[in-house]
């Protein structure tokens, strides 16, 4: 079976938790069957790249996204089967599944509806990022849910779609890569103290991460309690600014050292170094169908302090690997002030904080390996053809 992969993110462009995704499902994949990877962006040697044509080059980015997704339905010919990952390559897999009579397989990392925001960087083009996700999904062979969660997601935005053909694979991650380090050289580059609590967050600057949310949180930190923000790539500039502004002022109250914020994209050992020190891994998303990063610091044997939102409680064990805290949008100031409590709760406990870190790296190992989930997506794919 050749299996044509279709996603805007692939090494060395990935920046969020659906390209990480995508990278190792298909070294998995590859184990198992023939993977052609067809991709956005500049050309690699183990995937066939697609930049916007010239003559889109002053387009909106939904009208450039459809370009390259053209280039890849005529690149796609003599795939059996089409998996494409996001809304950025939904399109792609469905026009090619059409024009090639073979089955498309979406997965569902995140969903337009559920993330109204998207507008302030899209504009009008999110009214077709919203029109391509709709008619990918309601003709898909098989959709594939990174959580349970997620699923229902999937089933109250698109009530046309056969909830039988909607399946649940979690995410992964590879435990080899993420796994604790002693090193601390990255910490010192960018003046983190290894020897005192600091809570960590790693992600892009958009409102699905809750960002704001963290920093005003963060003015009820205990006072021992440092602040490392690993945040860059705003949505709009707008936002960006509105972040900036907020940690400006965040540090004119607790202090210049006590909030370090990185207002760039870390390199993957870099982060690891970081998880691997945190007292606490944070996470405030509003919305996450899975959220990997919480994985990801799991395995490097971090407590994690996360909304409860998603997929997230399918991934963070509450009372055992982390704390989670509930999010209601109708009362961010509750939210907020809770959050501060649970962090304070793990990094004002060192025994605490260890416990859960151990406990979060053991259930990374045992229940998110890569090889499962490459053979169960794999069975998807077999079901998908059986039933075309």
Same mark, same amino acid.
């Given at each position: 079976?050749?299996?044509?992969?279709?996603?805007?993110?692939?090494?060395?462009d990935?920046?969020?938790?659906?390209g990480?995704?995508?990278?190792?499902?298909?070294?998995?994949?590859?184990?198992?069957?023939?993977?052609?990877?067809?991709?956005?962006?500049?050309?690699?040697?183990?995937?066939?790249?697609?930049?916007?044509?010239?003559a889109?080059?002053?387009?909106?980015m939904?009208v450039?996204?459809?370009? /390259?997704?053209?280039e890849?339905?005529?690149?796609?010919?003599?795939?059996?089967?089409?998996? +494409?990952h996001?809304?950025? =390559?939904?399109?792609?897999?469905?026009? $090619?599944?059409l024009?090639?009579?073979?089955p498309?397989?979406?997965?569902?990392?995140?969903?337009?509806?559920r993330?109204?925001?998207?507008?302030?960087?899209?504009?009008?083009?999110?009214r077709? +990022?919203?029109?391509?996700?709709?008619?990918?999904?309601? %003709?898909a062979?098989?959709?594939?849910? /990174?959580?349970?969660?997620?699923?229902?997601?999937?089933?109250?935005?698109?009530?046309?779609?056969?909830?039988?053909?909607?399946?649940?694979?979690?995410?992964?991650i590879?435990?080899n890569?993420?796994?604790?380090?002693?090193?601390?050289?990255?910490?010192?580059?960018?003046?983190?103290?290894?020897?005192?609590p &600091?809570?960590?967050?790693?992600?892009?600057?958009?409102?699905?991460?809750?960002?704001?949310?963290?920093?005003?949180? $963060?003015?009820?930190?205990?006072?021992?309690?440092?602040?490392?923000?690993?945040?860059?790539?705003?949505?709009?500039?707008?936002?960006?600014?509105?972040?900036?502004?907020?940690?400006?002022?965040?540090?004119?109250?607790?202090?210049?050292?006590?909030?370090?914020?990185?207002?760039e994209?870390?390199?993957?050992?870099d982060i690891?170094?970081?998880?691997?020190?945190?007292?606490?891994?944070?996470?405030?998303?509003?919305?996450?169908?899975?959220?990997?990063?919480n994985?990801? =610091?799991?395995?490097?044997?971090?407590?994690?302090? =996360? +909304? %409860? /939102?998603?997929?997230?409680?399918?991934?963070?064990?509450?009372?055992?690997?982390?704390?989670?805290?509930?999010?209601?949008?109708?009362?961010?100031?509750?939210?907020e002030?809770?959050?501060?409590?649970?962090?304070?709760?793990?990094?004002?406990?060192?025994?605490?904080?260890?416990? &859960?870190?151990?406990?979060?790296?053991e259930?990374? /190992?045992?229940? &998110?390996?890569?090889d $499962?989930?490459?053979r169960?997506?794999?069975?998807?794919?077999?079901?998908?053809?059986?039933?075309?």
């Amino acid at each position: 079976m050749k299996i044509g992969i279709f996603t805007r993110e692939w090494p060395p462009d990935v920046y969020g938790g659906a390209g990480v995704h995508v990278e190792q499902l298909v070294q998995q994949l590859r184990l198992l069957e023939e993977v052609d990877v067809f991709c956005f962006g500049e050309e690699r040697t183990d995937a066939q790249a697609f930049s916007p044509p010239a003559a889109y080059s002053d387009a909106n980015m939904a009208v450039q996204t459809l370009a /390259v997704d053209l280039e890849m339905v005529d690149a796609a010919a003599g795939c059996d089967l089409m998996h +494409s990952h996001t809304w950025y =390559a939904n399109m792609a897999g469905h026009l $090619a599944s059409l024009l090639y009579g073979v089955p498309h397989v979406i997965s569902a990392h995140s969903l337009e509806p559920r993330r109204p925001w998207k507008e302030e960087q899209l504009g009008g083009g999110y009214r077709i +990022s919203s029109w391509v996700e709709r008619a990918a999904y309601r %003709d898909a062979d098989a959709i594939i849910a /990174v959580s349970h969660g997620m699923r229902a997601d999937v089933l109250d935005c698109y009530p046309d779609v056969d909830p039988d053909k909607v399946k649940v694979v979690h995410n992964g991650i590879d435990t080899n890569v993420y796994t604790p380090v002693a090193a601390t050289g990255a910490l010192e580059r960018y003046g983190v103290p290894a020897d005192e609590p &600091f809570a960590f967050f790693v992600g892009r600057i958009t409102r699905q991460k809750g960002l704001p949310h963290l920093l005003r949180a $963060a003015e009820h930190f205990a006072p021992g309690v440092r602040l490392v923000l690993a945040a860059s790539s705003p949505d709009t500039p707008e936002l960006g600014d509105e972040v900036a502004a907020q940690i400006v002022a965040l540090k004119a109250r607790r202090g210049e050292d006590r909030v370090i914020w990185i207002d760039e994209q870390m390199g993957k050992e870099d982060i690891i170094e970081f998880y691997s020190h945190a007292t606490a891994f944070v996470c405030p998303s509003v919305y996450e169908p899975l959220g990997i990063v919480n994985l990801e =610091a799991m395995a490097c044997e971090t407590a994690v302090v =996360a +909304s %409860d /939102v998603g997929g997230i409680p399918e991934v963070v064990d509450a009372g055992e690997t982390g704390l989670l805290v509930h999010y209601d949008q109708s009362d961010p100031k509750q939210f907020e002030e809770d959050f501060a409590a649970a962090v304070n709760t793990v990094c004002t406990d060192a025994a605490l904080a260890t416990q &859960f870190g151990v406990a979060g790296r053991e259930r990374a /190992v045992t229940h &998110f390996a890569w090889d $499962a989930i490459a053979r169960r997506t794999v069975t998807v794919y077999e079901d998908a053809i059986a039933n075309r």
